[in-house]
């Protein structure tokens, strides 16, 4: 069975800071997705990663992908109180279906 | 604008009685889904459908019903709610396979409270 484990799952940070989120599955998969949800709010897509040694960034989020090592990292450079959300880690397992991770709930204080 | 739409977007149903989730897509998406969100977690997945008149059970499927006769839409079932059922569900669809890198596209949700 496909697990997806994410860690921290609370975050609290200062604007300004960094800090990474890491994203640990236990098969193989050939696509991992970032989401990010606000409070009561539905999903959107942040990033898709395709292959081996990914990275993609938009803004002040970086994500990264090892398949070797079944870890992804989703990288907050600066924060600033806009990036305060739930992020989910995603895989695809078998016919196009999503396992999601537990979530990191990021609350970024002034 | 084009997108998934889900409909109603809030429902209280007392214990034992039926309703039917709504869910639409116009992007002429292959695969639709739908998933659950209990307070605090991830999503589970429910039922999917890769195709009109094709549907498959996913990790949660007791209690519910699907049935997929057009491309666009993806209706969820409740037969007899019961409390276990609270919860919020997300509709959500995607092109088929080589169409596409993209994420799945996901409705706005339906919070049920089941009492």
């Known amino acids: 069975e496909l697990k997806v484990e994410q860690n921290p799952l609370f975050l609290s940070m200062q604007e300004g800071k960094n800090y990474t989120i890491y994203c640990n599955y236990s098969t193989t998969s050939d696509r991992l997705y970032w989401y990010r949800q606000d409070p009561g709010k539905s999903l959107e897509s942040l990033f898709v990663l395709l292959s081996n040694g990914a990275v993609k960034q938009e803004g002040r989020l970086m994500a990264s992908l090892d398949t070797k090592a079944r870890l992804s990292t989703l990288h907050i450079t600066a924060a600033v109180h806009d990036l305060s959300a739930t992020y989910f880690c995603v895989i695809i397992q078998g016919a196009q279906k999503l396992v999601f991770g537990q979530g990191t709930r990021l609350t970024i204080n002034p | 604008n084009a997108g998934v739409t889900q409909t109603p977007k809030f429902r209280i149903l007392k214990i034992g009685q039926s309703m039917t989730l709504q869910c639409a897509q116009d992007m002429n998406h292959n695969y639709m889904y739908w998933y659950r969100q209990d307070p605090g977690m991830g999503l589970k997945l429910i039922y999917y459908?890769?195709?009109?008149?094709?549907?498959d059970k996913g990790e949660v499927p007791n209690g519910y019903n699907v049935s997929r006769s057009t491309t666009e839409d993806f209706p969820l079932r409740l037969e007899l709610a019961a409390p276990s059922q609270t919860s919020v569900y997300f509709c959500?669809?995607?092109?088929?396979?080589?169409?596409?890198?993209?994420?799945?596209?996901f409705g706005s949700g339906t919070r049920l409270t089941v009492v």
């Open positions: 959500a669809s995607r092109p088929q396979t080589g169409q596409g890198v993209n994420g799945y596209t």
């Open positions: 459908s890769v195709g009109a008149g094709i549907t």
